[in-house]
């Protein structure tokens, strides 16, 4: 059965996963990028974006981990793009260029319907507009027997996340106070959700948890 | 000038520094131990409790900052104790038997007054009823010089930090899951009172974080 798993998801001390006010100058929010800087150094940060040379070593481990058995993704609107409501042409084609970091099927979460966006390197955008259930059966059936992995942003961890459907999280608790921002853990009990932390490894510059649904 | 200064302070990456229904069974609410579980097994931790043994390495290391140059304590009430309301009794002397780890004076924040109470080792409880500053300034005075630790528990801290009275926390992030129970950043915009992560720590069982105001 393919899972359905958040990889390197970053999270500050005070629980944000995104900075505010994102924007086109500022995709993960402002200071949103002190999440990643932990990723940033990493050899398969590199890798994934065409450049040699980055660290190894355990941070490097549990971005990996992020790429092994993926088949297909989902990711939220916001995710893709600073674009709100309907899409006004098909202008903006996501963050990442013209060969996007994925190279399978991404599942963009929208109120907006929009044909299938092939992109070079084997991405291609489906737009879906009836829900997360929808979006996970979808990708599932894409991925070829892989994992489905929940790109984010936070709001569409928390909406997948309370409704059960994800199966594994790996959290990337990063040692940085954001003040403000989009909250992960706000309001949801993970306990009673049957979640709980299963391992943890620390890093150069975060400390990895896994979290996983309890038997 | 004494310092303000958190110490040991535990949180899981939801947040909780307590777990929820504190009661005489459970001191650090329930699954409030889970938290602890860096701290126990410190060799800093067996010495403060007459215990010979214990581990060292970067979190024993951490644990000992949190008793060097401590010339006196504040803590909350519930961190002193599950009575609530007035003091029915002198019966209740705290969680920790006739000799207290502290061996300095400790100011309890109450509002009901209570007469000085002198325990074995040097400890001495002073209740305080007129508010968070008065404690402050009776520590300062009371430290001989050195600095002022504050104990807890989480509403206490909260307080403190909310008027900008904190000059430092060490922060030790568990890789746990609470669920429930008192958040420690609920509501509090840290970075909008002048707080920012300054150095980190990779222990064995926590990310330890040093929280300070910025300059």
Same mark, same amino acid.
């Given at each position: =059965?393919? %899972?359905?798993? $958040?990889?390197? /998801? !970053?999270?500050?001390? #005070?629980? /944000? @996963? *995104? @900075?505010? %006010? +994102? #924007?086109?100058q500022n995709p993960l929010g402002v200071r949103g990028p002190e999440l990643m800087e932990w990723l940033f150094p990493t050899r398969t940060f590199h890798a994934v974006h065409g450049q040699a040379g980055g660290e190894t070593g355990r941070d490097d481990a549990m971005a990996q981990l992020g790429f092994a058995g993926v088949g297909a993704w989902i990711i939220g609107r916001n995710m893709f793009g600073p674009v709100r409501g309907p899409w006004p042409d098909e202008a903006w084609k996501g963050w990442w260029g013209d060969e996007p970091p994925y190279h399978v099927p991404v599942f963009v979460l929208t109120h907006h319907a929009r !044909?299938?966006?092939? =992109? %070079?390197?084997?991405t291609t955008f489906h737009f879906v507009t009836d @829900?997360?259930?929808? !979006?996970?059966? +979808?990708?599932?059936? *894409?991925?070829?027997?892989? #994992? $489905? %992995?929940?790109g984010g942003g936070v709001a569409t961890v928390r909406q997948y996340l309370r409704a059960g459907l994800i199966d594994e999280?790996?959290? !990337? =608790?990063r040692p940085v106070l954001l003040g403000e921002g989009e909250n992960l853990f706000a309001g949801i009990d993970w306990r009673a959700l049957g979640y709980a932390a299963a391992e943890h490894v620390m890093g150069e510059r975060a400390m990895h948890v896994l979290v996983r649904r309890r038997a």
């Open positions: =059965m393919p %899972r359905l798993l $958040v990889r390197s /998801f !970053a999270v500050s001390i #005070d629980g /944000f @996963g *995104a @900075g505010p %006010r +994102q #924007d086109l !044909a299938p966006l092939p =992109m %070079r390197g084997g @829900g997360i259930e929808s !979006a996970l059966t +979808q990708a599932k059936a *894409a991925a070829g027997g892989k #994992d $489905v %992995r929940l999280l790996h959290l !990337a =608790m």
